[in-house]
């Protein structure tokens, strides 16, 4: 398993993305990409506050809790964990999110708003996620899930794929998958020279 993150302020964004990989094992780990929401306050304390909370979250309790509930718990707690924060700051705060645990040939994943999950098996390219967002028209669009601190509907999505030895699975905030190819994401070399108008980050496992 080799393991890769990026993460840049754009050039007219400051950066309110928030990432973490953690290697339990050798064949085990857990990927979270956090993005601050935009009109919202502390965006990236939020983003910051979710990542650590739901990877402290995963790693306590990843031997007592099956993996679906696994995540969906920590989504809870990461939420819960927001609103006292929004409480004690008298502020709104929010960030969508994405997870990817990855134990031996198996990914299991979940997400709420528009962080990304893709698997490349060489030059086939596949989505995972959906993204929870409502067009709101004159460009504008929300997000119509998210960790804000206002609780989490129970249908929490998650999904679990059989992976192969050399795919790539790559998590990416917007702002990285907005300014680049599909066809170009898997190699990711040439692209952290490249200047982003908006925040970007990815974190990239090769499998």
Not at 82 to 97: F, L, N, P
Not at 153 to 175: A, F, H, K, M, S
Request: charged residues 20%.
């Amino acid at each position: 398993m080799k393991i890769d993150s990026f993460s840049i302020e754009g050039i007219h964004y400051s950066n309110e993305d928030s990432l973490s990989v953690h290697q339990l094992t050798p064949n085990k780990a857990v990927a979270v990409l956090a993005d601050g929401m935009g009109g919202l306050t502390f965006g990236k304390e939020a983003a910051d506050l979710i990542v650590s909370t739901i990877t402290a979250f995963i790693c306590e309790h990843v031997e007592r809790l099956p993996i679906q509930k696994l995540l969906g718990k920590a989504l809870e707690y990461a939420d819960e964990t927001i609103c006292q924060k929004s409480m004690e700051t008298h502020s709104k705060m929010g960030a969508a999110v994405a997870i990817a645990f990855i134990v031996g040939n198996n990914i299991h994943y979940t997400w709420l708003g528009n962080v990304r999950i893709y698997l490349f098996n060489h030059d086939k390219a596949e989505q995972l996620t959906t993204d929870h967002i409502l067009d709101a028209g004159y460009g504008k669009y929300l997000l119509t899930r998210c960790i804000k601190g206002a609780g989490l509907r129970t249908d929490i999505p998650y999904q679990c794929r059989e992976v192969n030895t050399g795919n790539v699975l790559l998590l990416c905030t917007d702002g990285f998958y907005k300014q680049t190819e599909v066809n170009q994401m898997s190699d990711t070399t040439s692209l952290v020279n490249k200047e982003y108008e908006d925040d970007a980050s990815f974190i990239k496992i090769v499998l």
